[in-house]
């Protein structure tokens, strides 16, 4: 079973958050205690305790996170502001991967150049055919991130970092709204048996 999970916090919520984390938790987010940082430690927890699961993890060769004490789940998170977002896949399902990203709509330029880089043909033909070019960019990114973390590879992999038809995975897109309105757009891969319909369903948690 796919689950997804989003989660914000204000900058006041989240240092109030920070002291109630358990160590290991403290520990990990020792260098990095953005809203969105802690928010999605606490969806880790939340996620660990869904499924009956310690709190303890390990890092993969490439940084991405796993249960220790359970092989059989999946899970993946993504902040961007003060946003997390996660995915926890359960039943030894296989792999999870998502991404999350603020939609800024005045970096145009910089646009550019990340999509020159890493785009493929088919994508900066995507995104030139795009009537809200800076909301395209944005989910094309997404889906190369959550691809990325999907497998594992991260940056290392080829620029073109995409599911192909065919191969039994699966990347869904949507935008979601933050709090006050701002636009996050948001990807998630997994194999296509992970999804049992075409909507995803973001479950929001509150702390």
């Avoid at 927890?45 to 789940?73: N, Q, V, W």
């Avoid at 998170?77 to 990203?101: F, P």
């Amino acid at each position: 079973m796919l689950l997804l999970y989003s989660a914000e916090l204000t900058a006041e919520k989240a240092q109030k958050a920070f002291s109630c984390l358990p160590d290991i938790s403290r520990e990990k987010l020792k260098n990095r205690r953005r809203e969105g940082d802690i928010a999605g430690e606490l969806l880790r927890l939340h996620m660990m305790e869904a499924c009956g699961a310690p709190p303890d993890f390990a890092l993969g060769a490439h940084g991405k996170p796993y249960s220790t004490g359970r092989p059989d789940i999946s899970y993946n998170i993504s902040h961007s502001r003060s946003l997390a977002v996660g995915a926890l896949l359960t039943g030894g399902a296989g792999e999870v991967g998502v991404d999350v990203e603020f939609v800024d709509r005045e970096n145009v330029n910089r646009h550019r150049r990340i999509a020159g880089r890493f785009f493929s043909e088919r994508e900066r033909a995507e995104l030139a055919g795009a009537e809200d070019t800076a909301l395209a960019f944005y989910l094309i990114w997404t889906r190369k991130e959550s691809y990325l973390k999907y497998t594992g590879t991260g940056f290392d992999a080829p620029d073109s970092f995409l599911a192909e038809p065919g191969s039994g995975v699966l990347t869904k897109s949507r935008v979601i709204r933050g709090e006050d309105g701002s636009e996050y757009a948001f990807s998630v891969t997994s194999g296509a048996c992970a999804f049992d319909t075409d909507d995803i369903f973001i479950r929001k948690i509150k702390f």
